[in-house]
């Protein structure tokens, strides 16, 4: 039985194996990050009774906003209350909005990761181009530039990237959108089919709207971009030029085969860590983005976990950090898969 079952499971594609092999893993990641979590949130400084009642606050509408909050059981009981919350759905109610935290979630989830996403893709075309270039034309202008970039990019903040942007694009010369939100505020926003602005207006055939959402994307996605790009780019640059200086590319040239193909080869092989660290860089990204969300006023969950914190408002924190532990482990379940692609040598 054992050997037939074993065999049947060879028979699967590898892809396929990954994800069956992982996903026996995410029910104790998810377990771990829970109860960490838990714990660790009721050490922040504050109690949010007094933080919701303000100058009103009596000892006893303390005591029974505390009991309605179920803040007044041991903290073991209140732990196994959530987990079961949690395993029916239901991440509990924020108590800052008063709305259920799904809720919160669900709403705000797509403008972050619209966000990041764009994002990622901007900062991966352009670490790779840098470092490719550079590594190919050795001190030419290219170069010399990512150099500089390099040395630039890890040194300044990116508070400081976005609100130079806005001076230059908006406040200066005028060719960016207003800092302010995800669409115009005189636009209706798309019928929820995604909750990206820009494939959602594109379904609704909504073109001004369209415009309007990628006008609104440019300089946050810019920001993000130019401030990350030089942190894989360097690395990119020390995987690829490991690479073309070996003996395969060598052999390559001497062949007489084009320069673009011997460049596609050699970046073939140097994709499996640079797959690992654009993994890292999209998780990085769901917390960097918070200081950027909040320049640009792009309502996501970088903010929704900031007014948390700010207001002890451990249900909405809970689910971020849920919600957020999810999503790096399915990121890392796609690089898993990308290996295999890339190299299908590896065993991950």
């Not at 470092?131 to 400081?160: E, H, K, M, N, T």
């Not at 055939?205 to 894989?232: H, K, M, Q």
């Not at 660290?277 to 917390?287: H, S, T």
């Not at 914190?309 to 451990?314: F, G, I, L, P, Q």
């Amino acid at each position: 039985m054992t050997g037939t079952l074993l065999k049947q499971w060879q028979t699967l594609p590898r892809s396929l194996q990954i994800i069956l092999g992982r996903s026996t893993l995410v029910i104790p990641q998810m377990f771990g990050v829970l109860l960490v979590t838990f714990f660790l949130i009721r050490l922040l400084p504050g109690d949010p009774a007094v933080l919701l009642l303000g100058n009103m606050q009596t000892p006893e509408a303390v005591e029974q906003l505390r009991e309605r909050l179920g803040l007044n059981g041991t903290i073991w009981t209140q732990f196994l209350t959530y987990a079961q919350n949690v395993l029916q759905g239901d991440l509990g109610t924020s108590i800052f909005t008063s709305n259920p935290v799904v809720v919160d979630l669900m709403e705000k989830a797509p403008a972050t990761l619209e966000l990041i996403f764009y994002a990622t893709i901007l900062t991966v075309a352009l670490g790779l181009v840098l470092a490719i270039f550079s590594v190919v034309r050795p001190g030419g202008s290219v170069d010399v530039g990512s150099r500089i970039y390099g040395l630039a990019a890890g040194a300044i903040p990116d508070f400081w990237i976005a609100l130079l942007l806005i001076y230059c694009f908006f406040t200066l010369l005028g060719w960016a959108a207003p800092p302010f939100g995800r669409i115009d505020a005189l636009l209706t926003p798309p019928p929820a089919w995604t909750g990206f602005y820009t494939i959602d207006t594109l379904i609704a055939g909504d073109f001004e709207a369209f415009r309007s959402a990628i006008g609104r994307l440019l300089l946050p996605v810019l920001t993000i971009a130019i401030v990350n790009a030089g942190g894989l780019m360097k690395m990119t640059q020390s995987i690829f030029d490991g690479v073309w200086r070996s003996d395969f590319v060598r052999h390559a040239r001497a062949c007489g085969l084009p320069e673009s193909v011997i460049i596609r080869a050699a970046l073939r092989n140097s994709l499996p860590p640079i797959i690992t660290i654009v993994g890292f860089m999209i998780g990085y990204l769901l917390g960097a983005a918070v200081l950027v969300e909040t320049i640009f006023s792009w309502n996501g969950l970088g903010q929704y976990a900031v007014q948390a914190v700010m207001n002890s408002d451990y249900p909405a924190l809970q689910g971020f950090i849920l919600v957020a532990a999810a999503f790096i482990l399915v990121v890392y379940l796609i690089v898993d898969i990308l290996y295999e692609l890339a190299d299908p040598r590896i065993r991950v």
